[in-house]
Structure formats: structure tokens, C-alpha cells
């Protein structure tokens, strides 16, 4: 599985950058999501759909801010982030996994392929 991730960018605080994710193939038990790297820190869960649920999952520092939504037709997802803060600075990346229980969406190891990473720049 392929995975192209595109989006972000610079922006200042209290702006908006949409992410998008696209896998080149697409199952009914497949999940896509978001983690995020930022300088000298640990890669952790942002945000991530479940096909197999049809359900989102969102990090607590992401809800109310960021939105996820899926394209079948793309077999993408996208997320729209608002209120963007400068501690949302790292950079972002995209995540595949089939057969994902719940107990893993927020886990690293839960996920198979991973796409390139995206900055996200958000200055004060």
C-alpha cells in the first residue's frame, strides 16, 4: 500500500491547513490516521477514521479543532485543522492499518504503512 500525504504548510496562530491522505487501495477494515513528530519529542496520535466503524477518533488536544472526513471514491481522508496553535508545530504523518480494534488507533505499532511526512508550521 502506497499512501500520499499532502497539506500543510506555515500559517499563523488561530489559522487553518487541511491534510490530505490517499491510499492506493482500499478495504472495508482499513483505518487511516494522523500522528504528528515535533522537534525532540515523541510521534504521537492526532487524529484517525476506521472504515470498519465508520467512526473518527481524535486526540483530546485535537478535538473541537480538527475534523476528519473520508472520500471513498479517493480512498483518502482529510483533515481540516482550525485554531491552530503554535505547539501543533511538527511535522505530520499519514497512517494505514487493516483490522484496527480500539484499543490500538492511538498506538504507533497498530498501523502497517506509513507516508512521508508534512511540516505544519504555526508561528505567534
Known amino acids: 500500500v502506497q499512501l500520499q500525504a499532502y497539506g500543510g504548510g506555515s500559517v499563523q496562530a488561530g489559522g487553518s491547513l487541511r491534510l490530505s491522505c490517499a491510499a492506493s487501495?482500499?478495504?472495508?477494515?482499513?483505518?487511516l490516521a494522523w500522528f504528528r513528530q515535533a522537534p525532540g519529542k515523541e510521534r504521537e496520535f492526532v487524529v484517525a477514521?476506521?472504515?470498519?466503524?465508520?467512526?473518527?477518533h481524535y486526540a483530546d488536544f485535537a478535538k473541537g479543532r480538527f475534523t476528519i472526513s473520508r472520500d471513498n471514491a479517493k480512498n483518502a481522508v482529510y483533515v481540516q485543522m482550525n485554531s491552530l496553535k503554535p505547539e501543533d508545530t511538527a511535522v505530520y504523518y499519514c497512517?494505514?492499518?487493516?483490522?484496527?480494534?480500539?484499543?490500538?488507533?492511538?498506538?504507533?505499532?497498530?498501523?502497517?504503512?506509513w507516508g512521508q511526512g508534512t511540516q505544519v508550521t504555526v508561528s505567534s
Open positions: 477514521f476506521r472504515w470498519s466503524s465508520n467512526t473518527p
Open positions: 487501495r482500499r478495504t472495508n477494515t482499513m483505518a
Open positions: 497512517a494505514y492499518a487493516t483490522n484496527l480494534i480500539l484499543s490500538r488507533v492511538r498506538q504507533l505499532d497498530g498501523y502497517t504503512y
